[in-house]
Every structure is written in structure tokens, then in C-alpha cells.
């Protein structure tokens, strides 16, 4: 059964950071693209950002280039979004994703942020 449990949400003040984490179980992560999506409160789906499956290349959405950091460690099966100089309107809940767009593609339960002071 294929599994992703994101965490590392929370409430932060603007300017700060987190890091969010993605445990994957089930499948053969390595072998795999991962992303990150968000959703803000009463808005669509935005994509954040991807890596491939060896990590070797990575993209972001214009709005989050320079501040987000996506990483993998495919010895823990594990996706990372380093987030800094957060803002405002980047509360929302925020997805791990297998696959986006593929045969495939797998969903997370997502986790909030929350960017307030």
C-alpha cells in the first residue's frame, strides 16, 4: 500500500521558516519524481516544486525560487521542503505528491502552514 505521511507544519511568523517532511512507504521511492503542492484557504491547487528521482534536478514555481529548497534522502525514503522567509500568503496546506501528472500519481493528507504574527 502506498503511503505518504507529510509533517513538520505549524505556525510560523512571517520571514521565518520550516522544513516539511514526506515519509513515503510502499513503493521504490528512488524510482520515482516527487513534488510539493499547496493549497491556500478558499483558492486552487498551486504546484510548488519537483525533484526527479535521483534528485539531481529540481524545479520551482516562480513565487517560491530562491526562499523553497526541495531535497530527497533516498536511504529513508524521505522528501524535504525547506521553506524560509515565509509570507503571509503562503498559508495553506501543503501536499507531498508521487508522480504528479503520471500513471501513478499519489496524494499525501497534506499538512497546514500557517504564516502569521
Known amino acids: 500500500e502506498v503511503r505518504l505521511v507529510e509533517s513538520g507544519g505549524g505556525l510560523v511568523q512571517p520571514g521565518g521558516s520550516l522544513r516539511l517532511s514526506c515519509a513515503a512507504s510502499?513503493?521504490?521511492?528512488?524510482?520515482?519524481?516527487m513534488s510539493w503542492v499547496r493549497q491556500a484557504p478558499g483558492k486552487g491547487l498551486e504546484w510548488v516544486s519537483v525533484?526527479?528521482?535521483?534528485?539531481?534536478?529540481?524545479s520551482y514555481a516562480d513565487s517560491v525560487s530562491g526562499r523553497f529548497t526541495i531535497s530527497r534522502d533516498n536511504v529513508k525514503n524521505t522528501l524535504y521542503l525547506q521553506m524560509n522567509s515565509l509570507r503571509p500568503e503562503e498559508t495553506a496546506v501543503y501536499y507531498c505528491?508521487?508522480?504528479?501528472?503520471?500513471?501513478?500519481?499519489?496524494w499525501g493528507q497534506g499538512t497546514q502552514v500557517t504564516v502569521s504574527s
Open positions: 525533484i526527479n528521482s535521483g534528485g539531481g534536478t529540481l
Open positions: 510502499g513503493f521504490t521511492f528512488s524510482s520515482y519524481s
Open positions: 505528491v508521487k508522480s504528479i501528472g503520471l500513471p501513478g500519481e499519489f
